[in-house]
């Protein structure tokens, strides 16, 4: 077995997989874990700068933690939730940009080369742009595919006029979406970015390249990912805890003008952590998703094992 690299040169066991995504992180922390605290900061400086302003600027002042002003309460709830989303969407596309940026990485690590963040942000620079669109086609396929079956079983049991059926049909509706959004997900959608990085595909290109390397691989794709979330959902709870208390503490202490920022900021301090820990080790899971299909159904391994024999020991 040879092993130049982060994984043996053969098709890749669920172990090689989380193993090598470690490796990955471990040999190139300044282009995994640098790059993508770099990254995370970046996307999150804006709105952490628009929370600390809106808090200065006292137009926050109305949510209180204290209060029992039910109006206040609600004004305070809406702005929470506008300002979590924003937060949410910027960490959507630093996460994507992280991707991009990891996948070249792993390419390397594959066959023992060192990457430093300047190799990976010029690997991968001119494919963030096809990685934004990616992810908007992506999220309004997906939200379809989750929505469309909720909105017919509503609507039948709404033609038939029962309550009942409707919130029967709805929930069936929902249990639908979620396994066909599961389905084309995985089918589709998760080998996409390394396919459209590595191999310079466009937008739906790499959806149909996807669809092709994990034609008949489903579950082995669909239980891979299922437990690299479960692994990752694990470490972002454990960050977050610390940073969640210490925003309801925040919020109590600090003026009412300052609760909102306070737990924002603790929010988005959060977030930066856990992209700069979590996402590198993600998109590495994902990639070597990617590989292990080459390898499988392309050969990829044996034309990795002869190039690394040809250049000899690094």
Do not use: C
């Not at 994902?286 to 392309?298: I, N, P, S």
Request: hydrophobic letters at 55%; glycine letters at 14%.
């Amino acid at each position: 077995m040879h092993q130049p690299g982060v994984v043996p040169l053969r098709p890749l066991t669920l172990g090689d997989i989380f193993g090598g995504a470690i490796s990955t992180v471990r040999r190139n922390p300044q282009a995994t874990l640098g790059l993508a605290a770099i990254v995370t900061f970046a996307f999150m400086v804006i709105p952490t700068v628009a929370t600390v302003v809106l808090g200065a600027s006292g137009d926050m002042a109305s949510f209180d933690f204290t209060t029992d002003d039910s109006a206040t309460v609600a004004t305070g709830d809406a702005a929470l939730v506008v300002a979590t989303v924003v937060s949410g969407v910027f960490s959507l596309l630093s996460s994507i940009v992280v991707t991009g940026l990891i996948v070249g990485v792993v390419e390397g690590a594959l066959v023992g080369r060192r990457a430093t963040a300047g190799d990976a942000w010029r690997r991968s620079r001119g494919r963030l742009l096809q990685l934004l669109g990616l992810t908007l086609v992506v999220g309004l396929g997906v939200g379809l595919v989750f929505a469309v079956p909720i909105g017919l079983g509503v609507a039948a049991g709404l033609s038939a006029g029962s309550t009942a059926l409707t919130v029967v049909l709805g929930l069936l509706g929902a249990l639908v979406g979620v396994v066909g959004a599961a389905f084309v997900y995985t089918r589709f959608v998760l080998l996409s970015a390394p396919a459209l990085v590595l191999e310079g595909h466009g937008v739906f290109a790499s959806l149909r390249r996807a669809g092709q390397l994990a034609q008949g691989q489903f579950w082995r794709l669909l239980g891979t990912y299922l437990l690299a979330s479960l692994a990752t959902g694990l470490v972002s709870q454990v960050i977050a805890i610390p940073f969640a208390i210490a925003g309801a503490v925040a919020g109590f202490l600090l003026p009412s003008s300052w609760s909102l920022v306070g737990v924002l900021l603790t929010s988005n301090l959060s977030t930066v952590l856990t992209g700069a820990l979590v996402g590198p080790f993600s998109a590495g899971i994902a990639a070597l998703q990617y590989y292990d299909q080459r390898f499988r159904k392309e050969g990829l391994d044996i034309q990795l094992l002869q190039q690394t024999l040809q250049d000899g020991p690094r």
